[in-house]
């Protein structure tokens, strides 16, 4: 297993622990932190029907598709799509949200 991939399992595990149901060793040993690695990978989410056709009707003649929420899956891509100024905004109301958390930002 790649480096980058034990480390995607260990968050998982420290995510299921977070959540209250962490993996048994049955589900260690069968790789049920490597499956949820590859079932959430941008890959593979951006490959689902429901992510390239769906969409949300939000009515007044306003449609967003879902292939929306998924641009590029790189870092700083979000410089091409808005300012420096709502980048700053967005990093603010995150770290407001995470505050008291433990989660770092």
């Known amino acids: 297993m790649k480096r980058s991939s034990r480390i995607r399992c260990k ?3 420290r995510l299921t622990k977070f959540l209250g149901v962490p993996l048994s060793r049955e589900e260690e040993r069968s790789g049920v932190a490597q499956e949820v690695v590859r079932l959430c990978s941008f890959e593979m ?4 029907q429901v992510n390239q056709v ?3 009707d939000r009515g ?3 449609y967003v598709g879902n292939s929306m929420f998924f641009r590029k899956g790189k870092v700083g891509d979000w410089r091409n799509h808005m300012s420096q100024e709502m980048g700053e ?3 603010r109301i995150v ?3 995470l505050q008291g958390s433990g989660l770092a930002f």
């Open 11 to 13: 968050f998982v595990r």
């Open 45 to 48: 989410l951006t490959s689902l």
């Open 89 to 91: 905004k967005l990093d």
């Open 95 to 97: 770290r407001e949200k």
């Open 54 to 56: 769906g969409g949300i």
């Open 60 to 62: 007044n003649k306003c």
